[in-house]
């Protein structure tokens, strides 16, 4: 009975016991789970805080409007080629997703401002719909530049600098990094082209001067493998500069001397270094016959707004056109044949009433003609020298009957057809070597106007020079154009 007591009390007791571990060891896992899950969330808290840090620290050069305002001064310290663009004023626009800074001063003409800040807001624009929205981690700064400064001879020169910078969680890039330059005359306000400036030496001087400097600067792995072709003397190269106090100040574009990420390279070559390759006075207008020259034609006008814009662009890049006129169109617009003939382009006739002249007599070829001569004559006081006929539809009989030189064209845009000054451009920018080209195109057309403002800066930085058809043919064969002949190419 005691033993049964006993063993009874004995089992009670180890099954307390027993229940005690268990319960013990129950209490201690739930612990360390506990402290488990603790140590887990701590980890993931230290992570979130680390990696906001790192975010923060990483993507802070523009995401606040003071960061941006910072970001913009140092972009502007690291970079004055110009003495007057030191004090000139900085404006900010920041925006979330793309802020612009502007440095620029306001001490020049009214037309040269708001040329200035029509540029401005184009690429500005050109810039928004082509990055803004393609990568939502992104923000961006587009930072500007622009300096204007006089030479002694009577020149002006405008450089619209602007730079494009990306910012992620991988830091800041330069997106892109662009330079425009433009001539003026300072007595007229016209464009001027290079050689009007500058002696037809310059690009040696330009050339010997700038290799040296760089070869000086930067170690052979910092340079592209082709460098070299980006500054010798050839037609492509030294078509961007402008004046900077006693200096000249060459840019190279991005990618060609320097990679991409060192974006545009500018060399400033004192006066003395230029001394006899700059022009004592600069030229109203000048031909070199060494350069590569092409004409850009213009049918079908004279038209009203369009073409007002299209003489507007070649008076802005101190470029010209031939402009082949109806006869029936003249009377509307006298004024605008007037001013293409102040500016340098030559009037040219395009028939009365557009027919095709294969399908008319001898005396309404003669009259479809003289009238229309007559007119123009009239209009702009010059009688023009030479005639296209419409449609380009001809025959050797039209020739002769015509009693004018005949010219058709060798780069044909199709602007009419496309109505898309984007194709027109391309029209042009496809054809290899442009020199001796007879562009065609129609003054009537917005898209033609819009083509006109891509295409003739590209043809002056691009090393061209525009010339009037006549000229064409007078620099490229030795001889004015000939009465019954019809000029097809010129080379
Ligand atoms: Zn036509």
Redesign the pocket.
């Known amino acids: 009975m005691n033993i049964d007591l006993d063993e009874r009390m004995q089992k009670g007791v180890d099954e307390a016991r027993r229940d005690y571990i268990h319960r013990d060891k129950k209490r201690k896992q739930k612990r360390k789970i506990r402290r488990i899950v603790a140590f887990v969330i701590l980890i993931g808290i230290a992570c979130l805080v680390v990696g906001l840090i790192v975010h923060h620290f990483a993507g802070r050069a523009f995401r606040t409007e003071k960061q941006f305002q910072e970001f913009a001064d140092n972009a502007y310290k690291e970079d004055v080629l110009y003495e007057g663009n030191k004090n000139a004023e900085v404006k900010y626009k920041f925006d979330k997703e793309f802020s612009v800074a502007t440095r620029m001063s306001d001490d020049y003409s009214d037309e040269l401002k708001s040329f200035r800040d029509s540029r401005i807001n184009k690429i500005t624009d050109y810039y928004k719909k082509e990055y803004r929205n393609s990568d939502d981690d992104m923000t961006y700064a587009l930072i500007w530049d622009v300096s204007v400064d006089e030479s002694d001879t009577g020149a002006e020169s405008i450089a619209i600098s602007s730079r494009l910078y990306g910012e992620n969680s991988d830091g800041v890039t330069c997106i892109r990094d662009n330079v425009e330059t433009h001539l003026y005359s300072t007595k007229t306000g016209r464009g001027l082209q290079p050689l009007q400036v500058l002696n037809t030496n310059y690009k040696d001087k330009a050339a010997e001067y700038v290799v040296e400097y760089i070869q000086k600067k930067y170690d052979k792995d910092e340079l592209k493998p082709e460098w070299k072709k980006f500054v010798s003397a050839e037609d492509n190269n030294y078509n961007k500069f402008a004046f900077s106090g006693d200096r000249i100040v060459f840019y190279l574009d991005e990618d060609t001397v320097l990679e991409k990420s060192e974006g545009v390279l500018a060399i400033p070559v004192p006066d003395k270094v230029m001394d006899t390759a700059v022009r004592a006075s600069i030229l109203e207008r000048y031909i070199d016959p060494n350069v590569p020259m092409v004409a850009i034609t213009y049918?079908?006008g004279p038209g009203r707004k369009s073409e007002e814009r299209i003489i507007d662009c070649l008076e802005k890049n101190g470029s010209v056109a031939t402009f082949f006129y109806l006869g029936s169109r003249v009377k509307t617009n006298p004024d605008v044949i007037k001013r293409a003939i102040e500016i340098g382009c030559e009037p040219a006739n395009?028939s009365w009433s557009?027919p095709q002249l294969t399908k008319l007599t001898d005396k309404k070829i003669k009259e479809q003609i003289s009238k229309t001569n007559d007119a123009i004559e009239k209009a702009g006081g010059t009688r023009p020298k030479i005639m296209r006929p419409?449609?380009g539809d001809q025959n050797d009989h039209v020739i002769k009957t015509v009693g004018m030189p005949a010219f058709l064209w060798t780069v044909d845009t199709l602007d009419w057809k496309t109505r898309d000054a984007k194709k027109v451009f391309k029209a042009v920018k496809k054809t290899k070597n442009l020199d001796g080209s007879v562009i065609l195109m129609?003054s009537i057309y917005d898209e033609t106007a819009d083509a006109t403002e891509m295409i003739v800066p590209w043809l002056r930085e691009h090393g061209y020079q525009t010339v009037t058809l006549s000229e064409l043919v007078e620099y490229k064969t030795g001889n004015l154009p000939q009465k019954g002949t019809l000029y097809r190419s010129i080379k």
Do not use: M, S
């Open positions: 049918d079908d395009h557009h419409p449609y129609h």
